[in-house]
């Protein structure tokens, strides 16, 4: 990675950190490990808001692989974390593990995954530029639908790991990703084909790959968004670059 990539994330990092301290009353914003050492930080609070994160992506893992908050930590095989770039610009979040994923401990590795996968190289993206990771950690019974107790128990985590990964462009799959990054109850018909607003992060939504195997007639609706994601994605990093 780049100098200025490097400098670009912990940009990103610093500005999330404001951002979730403001919503939070905190009036004193405190930097993330390693712009103390080019910029000068404010006093600091005798108890700093942010001591106890984790650093690090295995850190945060760590702490939390052996959940049992909710009753799906205890019928689990694995506790599918997430999986690809630590430092990805785009961001992808799927519903919550199925069989494949909860044997493997890996996120979309089944017959939806595979063909997440194809989707990804269509619009020339590997699963190493990104990172994949699920609202739930954990596989709900028969692939039902989250509970809202499950999804309020994991979302800790996925903010935390949104929070380290900093992207630029999240993409929500699926009408249950949608629903609870957004906070609505809308369709997902009526969520797609624009971009919303995550904390300050753009956020898009499309069919999940398992929809796309279900029903052929989402494939076209799923390929115009994603060519709106990479378009997006692509003016973004430009004007990075121009602003470099």
Not at 30 to 57: C, H, I, K
Request: one cysteine or more; proline letters at 6%; aromatic letters at 8%.
């Amino acid at each position: 990675m780049s100098a200025h990539a490097g400098l670009s994330h912990l940009v990103r990092q610093t500005e999330w950190a404001i951002r979730q301290q403001q919503e939070s009353g905190f009036d004193t914003a405190f930097l993330p490990g390693g712009l103390d050492m080019v910029l000068t930080l404010p006093e600091r609070q005798t108890e700093p808001v942010y001591s106890d994160l984790a650093d690090t992506l295995e850190t945060l893992y760590q702490r939390h692989c052996d959940c049992t908050v909710c009753p799906l930590g205890h019928k689990r095989q694995h506790f599918v974390f997430g999986a690809g770039n630590e430092q990805a610009d785009v961001l992808f979040i799927g519903e919550a593990p199925g069989a494949d994923e909860d044997a493997q401990g890996r996120p979309f590795v089944g017959a939806a995954g595979q063909l997440f996968t194809r989707i990804l190289k269509a619009i020339d993206f590997s699963r190493d530029e990104v990172y994949i990771a699920n609202i739930l950690k954990c596989r709900p019974p028969n692939n039902r639908d989250p509970k809202p107790d499950e999804i309020a128990a994991c979302e800790p985590i996925l903010r935390e790991q949104i929070r380290l990964i900093q992207p630029i462009l999240i993409c929500a799959l699926g009408r249950i990703a949608a629903q609870a990054l957004l906070q609505t109850t809308m369709s997902l018909g009526r969520l797609r084909g624009r971009f919303h607003d995550y904390h300050g992060i753009k956020l898009m939504v499309t069919y999940h790959p398992s929809a796309l195997l279900r029903n052929p007639a989402y494939k076209r609706p799923t390929w115009e968004d994603v060519q709106l994601l990479r378009r997006e994605y692509d003016k973004m990093i430009q004007t990075r670059t121009d602003a470099s």
